[in-house]
């Protein structure tokens, strides 16, 4: 009932408004309020001047009372249109400060100035939602969502469309450069490991170690790398295929000339024996002039074979001279060719570490990364201080700073994985890099080996001159041992005359035979040094691995023959 009566009397006095005019301002309402409770006193005052008795006390008591309703009136406006909706606006500005934005505030049927203010404390309301939905979708980054498209003027706006583009473009370039980098990572992973393989394989000897992947990768130098060492190891398996097989060819022309130098032996002990037998017998020339006749017959058809094998024994040292001379062109031909490998190899090296450059420009580009994850943090700086700038509404957008930070923060670590990953990479083609060195070393060795063998050429092709020389003067004493002993034949009839100087000539030529078998002694024993170096240099050879057809078709030697006396 009494609630019923003050909205009643509410209603009047909102007429009385309407009426009088004063309902569109508060201060006209407050100053109507105060007026009639000033004109009220006023009026007491005058009363207590002009009247008195019982008309006194009546107009002072209906002054009173229209005071009393004055002072009601103006305690009703002030609460109902001024305090309570800016109480009202008050508690909403704490929630919205608290980062409630959605609080509902009360409506106002009057036009007046707390209405306005109600009407701008909703439009900043609608303004702080809109900015936050917004904030919201780029902390997700859900550059596409509708809110963005909602205008926000002023400052705050501008700045969440900045804000927006920046991280959509450092969003997609972080996702290209990151696929870019990953792919590349791969590649050169898949690359070195191949590279450490086939290289680990080829320094333990096995020359068909090639590289056969196939890389994904835009860069030509992968492919550039993978081709200079595919041609380096099958250069090498040839060069050393061909050095085996002149190796087995020296090894049989050892055989060879060490048959030949026997034979050779065998028929100076032969001409050392009949050199005897015409001692012995021209001692007996006197006693026994017929039996010399015969023996210097005998003697003839010997001296003939001598001089036959002793051309045979020219014929054979001279090939052997020149094999010597073929095997060691092929030999130099064979450092040469190790030149150009260690050459080779040094240009894999350098590919290598052009590799390794290619590494360290990665690193720039995770520099590049770091350098926009930096960038990135300074636009949540940024967005903080914009923030800090809006006071309480720009807690939204503090919000959006935060999970900028946090994904500068993510990027960098990113950014860290892949620097570690990189340097694992360099690790992989730093011990390649040793894998290469150790096969130039190896290629080193073999050429030294093979230069060693070399000079043993160059021995054998010296010891050969001379053992031609030495046949060559064999030869010639054989010749005149022919004619003297077919001057003997003819001169039969003399020889107790002559007998004395035979026996001296006979002599000579022991000596001479004698000096000879000792000089075939001597290069027997080199050409048996050089058939065990050769043998050194098959066991060296036969550790490494070639394909047949580095190989290729063997060469064969074939051994002169050499006719002896008993033959």
């Known amino acids: 009932m ?11 006095i909102r007429g009385s408004l309407d009426i009088f005019g004063v309902s569109g301002s508060v201060e006209r309402k407050v100053l109507a309020a105060v007026g009639l409770q000033f004109a009220a006193s006023v009026a007491l005052a005058v009363v207590s001047l002009v009247a008195s008795g019982t008309v006194r ?143 680990e394989r080829a320094k333990d000897g096995d020359l068909t170690a090639t590289i056969d992947e196939d890389f994904d990768a835009d860069d030509e130098q992968f492919d550039a790398v993978v081709e200079n060492y595919n041609d380096l190891v099958t250069t090498l398996g040839g060069t050393v295929a061909t050095v085996a097989a002149f190796a087995e060819d020296v090894d049989e022309t050892s055989d060879h000339v060490t048959r030949s130098i026997e034979e050779i032996d065998d028929a100076s002990d032969e001409i050392s024996r009949s050199i005897q037998e015409i001692s012995a ?166 050429a030294a080996t093979i230069e060693s063998a070399l000079r043993d050429f160059e021995d054998i092709v010296d010891v050969l001159g001379e053992v031609n020389a030495s046949i060559q003067e064999i030869s010639g004493a054989t010749a005149e041992q022919a004619e003297t002993t077919q001057e003997v034949v003819d001169m039969v009839d003399e020889v107790a005359e002559v007998s004395e100087q035979t026996n001296e000539e006979s002599e000579a030529v022991a000596a001479a035979t004698e000096e000879q078998t000792a000089t075939i002694t001597e290069v027997t024993t080199e050409v048996q040094e050089m058939a065990t170096q050769t043998d050194e240099l098959r066991e060296v050879l036969a550790e490494f691995e070639v394909t047949e057809d580095a190989a290729g078709p063997s060469r064969t030697v074939s051994a002169p023959t050499i006719t002896t006396a008993d033959d």
């Not at 406006?77 to 959605?102: C, K, N, Q, S, Y």
């Not at 049927?109 to 900043?124: C, I, K, N, Q, T």
Request: glycine share 4%; no cysteine.
């Open 57 to 199: 006390f009546v107009v002072t008591g209906v002054l009173l009372a229209g005071a009393i309703v004055a002072f009601a009136n103006t305690v009703f406006i002030t609460r109902e249109d001024f305090v309570e909706p800016i109480t009202a606006m008050a508690a909403g500005a704490d929630h919205i400060a608290a980062g409630e934005l959605d609080v509902e505030l009360p409506e106002s049927e009057r036009d007046d100035e707390v209405a306005e203010l109600l009407s701008s404390f909703r439009s900043m309301q609608s303004y702080l939602l809109t900015v936050s939905e917004q904030a919201d979708a780029l902390s997700r980054q859900e550059f596409d969502a509708d809110v963005l498209d909602e205008d926000v003027p002023g400052t705050f706006g501008q700045s969440l469309e900045k804000m927006a583009a920046s991280m959509d473009d450092y969003t997609t370039e972080l996702k290209t450069m990151t696929s870019d980098l990953e792919r590349r990572s791969q590649a050169l992973n898949d690359l070195v490991v191949a590279f450490g393989d086939a290289a």
């Open 281 to 446: 017998g021209a001692s007996q020339q006197a006693s026994r002039h017929d039996d010399v006749a015969s023996e210097m017959n005998t003697l003839s058809a010997t001296v003939e074979e001598i001089a036959a094998t002793a051309e045979n024994a020219a014929d054979t040292a001279e090939k052997a001279t020149q094999r010597g001379r073929e095997g060691r062109a092929d030999a130099e031909q064979a450092i040469d060719e190790l030149d150009e490998m260690e050459a080779r190899i040094d240009d894999i090296a350098v590919a290598v570490e052009s590799l390794v450059d290619q590494i360290s420009e990665i690193d720039d580009i995770v520099e590049v990364i770091t350098d926009i994850a930096e960038q990135t943090n300074m636009l949540a700086l940024n967005a903080s201080i914009e923030a800090a700038r809006a006071d309480a509404s720009g807690d939204g957008f503090a919000v959006v700073a935060d999970e900028v930070k946090t994904l500068a923060e993510e990027t960098r670590d990113a950014a860290t994985d892949v620097s570690d990953r990189i340097q694992a990479v360099q690790h992989e083609a730093s011990e390649t890099v040793s894998d290469v060195e150790a096969t130039n070393q190896q290629v080193t060795d073999s």
């Open 2 to 12: 009494l609630t019923a009566l003050v909205e009643q009397y509410k209603s009047v």
